[in-house]
């Protein structure tokens, strides 16, 4: 069986003076994908993307400074969410869908906001709304996600639900996967590049843009899905929300974690058509 992933090859689009690294693979209405902290175009599951790209164009790139592309990554993840959307200005695509994971889902966020004219619809995975919310991050995260080299037990931790069979095999498989076309020393894994995600996040939890509060009026639909434990990105963080954002769903996983699409990459991505495609 062919795999859209593993056949799509790295190109390069000068955006900003900067060379940025993308691939676009699929068929259909494009799905621009905001990657997560440390991710990079190797570390999202296959599985997962190939069952998207049967019905769509999978757009994926390396944000400035990190794995392949050029430069430095902002601070201001408003900047973040720009290059994305330059990146398809680039590509020629006028509308699109947006697809964010744990830090992406913050950046996919803003990228909705700020151009409210071009997003069609927006996934989010693992990850939280903006402004202040009340559950913060377990220290089993930063003690596991900050390592420079992440192995399959911290990944575990980080990604899953060590206390679930079931989880921990999937997360096994899924890390198979992926490790068949990942090479590992491209994962950014200094501190100076960690603190360039810490606060761009921080920004976003500042919310100076007023993004939470948009929420009321938003019309383009939204699709959430998050974990019953993600250590991270508290699920609970979102029911504030649920009665004062009329345009979004909500999905909640159980016995997952922060990689919840990892967890189960057919069942999420059939999610993730039903919405897209309705």
């Given at each position: ?92 695509y006028k509308n699109f ?33 903006p402004g202040n919310n ?145």
């Amino acid at each position: 069986m062919n795999s859209f992933f593993g056949d799509a090859e790295t190109q390069f689009a000068q955006i900003d003076s900067i060379k940025i690294a993308y691939r676009c693979f699929g068929n259909g209405t494009p799905i621009l994908f905001y990657n997560r902290f440390r991710g990079i175009l190797d570390t999202w599951d296959p599985l997962f993307l190939d069952s998207l790209a049967t019905n769509h164009t999978i757009i994926l790139f390396d944000y400035p400074g990190i794995g392949d592309s050029e430069g430095q990554l902002s601070s201001d993840i408003l900047e973040v969410a720009h290059v994305g959307i330059k990146l398809m200005d680039h590509l020629a695509y006028k509308n699109f869908f947006v697809v964010g994971w744990s830090y992406g889902g913050l950046v996919a966020q803003a990228a909705m906001f700020l151009y409210k004219d071009r997003v069609l619809k927006t996934v989010l995975i693992g990850t939280n709304p903006p402004g202040n919310n009340q559950i913060p991050f377990d220290p089993a995260f930063f003690e596991r996600a900050l390592k420079p080299v992440n192995d399959l037990d911290d990944e575990t931790v980080i990604f899953f639900e060590p206390t679930s069979i079931k989880s921990r095999a999937a997360g096994r498989a899924s890390f198979d996967r992926i490790s068949k076309k990942l090479d590992p020393t491209k994962i950014p894994s200094t501190a100076d590049k960690f603190q360039k995600y810490f606060d761009g996040s921080a920004l976003m939890k500042k919310d100076e843009s007023n993004f939470r509060e948009q929420f009321k009026s938003l019309t383009i639909p939204v699709l959430v899905i998050s974990a019953d434990h993600d250590i991270s990105f508290s699920v609970e963080n979102w029911f504030p929300l649920l009665r004062n954002a009329p345009s979004m769903q909500h999905i909640i996983i159980n016995d997952a974690g922060h990689g919840l699409q990892h967890q189960e990459p057919v069942l999420i991505a059939g999610y993730i058509n039903l919405f897209l495609n309705n």
